[in-house]
Nanobody, 130 residues
Framework: HVQLVESGGGSVQAGGSLRLSCVAS????????MGWFRQAPGKEREGIAS???????TYALSVKGRFTISHDSTNNTLYLQMNNLTPEDTAMYYC????????????????????????WGQGTQVTVSS
């Protein structure tokens, strides 16, 4: 049973930084793709970053250059370093995982889609004030 638990959300002023963490347990797949999504009130869930065990990472244009996704396999933790935050980044942030290497598909289609991922965390709230 795969469980994903996010942490690190909070309130920050515009221009500030936060680092989100997602600890994965019960994950026995030899390959993986993990990603971060966010959902603001009244908006659809948006895939913003993904990484898998071929070492590739993909970012949505809305966060490219400001956010960095990374994965530490020694402790099964996914991170999202978020810099230069703006009020438009305010959302619930979710961690997602799948047992397939999806990096090639994501790069080809240019979008990180919800239905690629089987496992989801409960989310952590990020609020950015102006």
């Amino acid at each position: 049973h795969v469980q994903l638990v996010e942490s690190g959300g909070g309130s920050v002023q515009a221009g500030g930084s936060l680092r989100l963490s997602c600890v994965a347990s019960g994950y026995t797949y030899s390959s993986y793709c993990m990603g971060w999504f966010r959902q603001a009130p009244g908006k659809e869930r948006e895939g913003i970053a993904s990484t898998d065990n071929d070492g590739s990472s993909t970012y949505a244009l809305s966060v490219k250059g400001r956010f960095t996704i990374s994965h530490d396999s020694t402790n099964n933790t996914l991170y999202l370093q978020m810099n230069n935050l703006t009020p438009e980044d305010t959302a619930m942030y979710y961690c997602a995982a799948d047992g397939r290497e999806l990096g090639g598909l994501i790069r080809t289609l240019g979008v990180i889609k919800e239905h690629y991922f089987e496992f989801w965390g409960q989310g952590t709230q990020v609020t950015v004030s102006s």
